[in-house]
């Protein structure tokens, strides 16, 4: 996850602060994610991203 502070107009609130069926995106995607064996990592705005899946 790359971070960002993007907003959502005209609310102000962060994407990963905004409640989906009264919980916060950010926690539903680390729930779904965590499901998967997976675990987001938070990467500073401008910090090169390799893609993994690209290596033969």
């Known amino acids: 996850m790359i971070e960002s502070e993007r907003r959502i107009a ?3 609130d962060h994407p990963r ?3 989906i069926v009264n919980r916060r995106l950010g926690e539903l995607q680390k729930e779904a994610l ?3 064996g997976l675990i987001l990592k938070a990467t ?3 910090t090169p991203v390799e893609d993994a899946s690209a290596k033969g």
């Open 10 to 12: 005209p609310f102000g």
């Open 17 to 19: 602060d905004c409640l």
């Open 34 to 36: 965590q499901s998967l």
């Open 44 to 46: 500073p705005k401008g």
